[in-house]
C-alpha cells in the first residue's frame, strides 16, 4: 500500500525559502515518477515540478529557477526546494506518485497515489 506523507510547510514572507518533504513507502520508491502539485483556493490542481525514475527533472514555467526536485533513495523521501517564494506561490502542495515514466507529468489524473498535503503561505 503506497503512503505518503508531506511535511514542511507553513508560512514565509515573499523573497524567502522552504523545503517541503515527502516520506514514501509501501513500493519501490526508484521505480516511480514523483511529482510535487499545488492548489489555491478556486484554482485547479496545477503540477508544480516531477522527477522520473531516470532522474530527470520537469519543473512548471511559472516555477523555474526557484524551485528544484531533489530526491534521496536512500530515505525514499523527494523533497520540494522553493526560493525567492512569491505571494502566488501560496497554496496547499501535494506530493503524488504513480510507477514508471514522467512522460504526462502535469497531468494530476495520471498519478495513482497521493499525500494529503501541507500548506505553503507566502505574504
Known amino acids: 500500500d503506497v503512503q505518503l506523507v508531506e511535511s514542511g510547510g507553513g508560512s514565509v514572507q515573499a523573497g524567502g525559502s522552504l523545503r517541503l518533504s515527502c516520506a514514501a513507502s509501501?513500493?519501490?520508491?526508484?521505480?516511480?515518477?514523483m511529482g510535487w502539485f499545488r492548489q489555491a483556493p478556486g484554482k485547479e490542481r496545477e503540477g508544480v515540478a516531477a522527477i522520473g525514475n531516470d532522474g530527470r527533472t520537469s519543473y512548471a514555467d511559472s516555477v523555474k529557477g526557484r524551485f528544484t526536485i531533489p530526491q534521496d533513495n536512500a530515505k525514499n523521501t523527494l523533497y520540494l526546494e522553493m526560493n525567492s517564494l512569491k505571494p502566488e506561490d501560496t497554496a496547499m502542495y501535494f506530493c503524488a506518485a504513480r510507477p514508471g515514466g514522467c512522460a504526462s507529468w502535469p497531468d494530476w489524473s495520471w498519478y495513482t497515489s497521493w499525500g494529503r498535503g501541507t500548506q505553503v503561505t507566502v505574504s
Open positions: 509501501g513500493y519501490t520508491y526508484s521505480n516511480y515518477c
